[in-house]
């Protein structure tokens, strides 16, 4: 069975600083890894995705993760903070290219002036 | 191109009754995934539908059923409405040989 835990129901950060969400997954076969966005009433935009490639995933708007197998983490990060960047994002783990996605639970980002 | 339309985008029911969500997908995907958000939650795989026929299902019951068209669009029921169905429905949509998957506006149900 697959899972995966997002750390830090809500990240407050000023505009500038590093953007760091948290992402722990939990699969017993090698993972495919993803990184959504999703702004208010809206649905959800693909920002970066890990298949087996390189572990560090260079996504839009700034955004990049590394997946480390021993830590079994893909944390997302960004080295300076927009206020645009403020939304809802939300880590996902699947077992192949077209299977379902398995989603965490969310993490806010709040970025003040 | 339009991306993955979904119709309505808010809708009113009572407990009890039955709901149709409509999902159009991205031109040129061929699957179709339904999602329930919750709020506050992250979303959970309702079903997918591939040539018609439902390819995967997660943890729902039988008062979810799909169906995808000829054209690739689809429509999700929920039979016997519950309080609890209450949610944020998304749509998602992928080519067989792309590895993304677009992500529609959604459909906001709530249920009185």
């Known amino acids: 069975a697959q899972s995966v835990t997002q750390l830090g129901s809500h990240v407050s950060v000023s505009e500038g600083a590093l953007v760091l969400l948290r992402c722990n997954y939990s699969?017993?076969?090698?993972?495919?890894l993803f990184w959504y966005v999703q702004y208010p009433n809206q649905g959800l935009q693909l920002l970066l995705k890990?298949?087996?490639?390189?572990?560090l995933v260079k996504g839009i708007n700034g955004f990049e993760a590394e997946f480390k197998k021993s830590e079994t983490s893909f944390h997302l990060t960004k080295p300076s903070a927009h206020m645009s960047d403020a939304a809802e994002y939300f880590c996902?783990?699947?077992?192949?290219?077209?299977?379902?996605?398995?989603f965490g639970t969310g993490t806010r980002l709040q970025v003040f002036p | 191109d339009a991306g993955v339309t979904q119709s309505p985008t808010h809708l009113i029911k009572t407990r009890g009754q039955q709901v149709t969500l409509r999902c159009s997908p991205k031109?040129?995907?061929?699957?179709v995934s339904w999602y329930q958000q919750a709020l506050g939650q992250g979303p959970q795989f309702i079903f997918q539908?591939?040539?018609?026929?439902?390819?995967q299902r997660g943890n729902f019951p039988d008062r979810f059923s799909g169906h995808q068209f000829p054209n690739y669009s689809s429509e999700l029921n929920v039979n016997a409405l519950l309080l609890g169905d209450s949610a944020l429905y998304l749509c998602?949509?992928?080519?067989?040989?792309?590895?993304?998957?677009?992500f529609g506006q959604g459909t906001r149900l709530t249920v009185v």
């Open positions: 699969s017993s076969v090698p993972p495919y």
């Open positions: 031109s040129g995907h061929d699957t």
């Open positions: 996902a783990v699947s077992v192949s290219n077209t299977d379902k996605l398995i």
């Open positions: 890990y298949t087996s490639a390189a572990t």
């Open positions: 539908y591939y040539e018609e026929e439902e390819r």
């Open positions: 998602a949509s992928r080519g067989t040989s792309n590895t993304e998957a677009f």
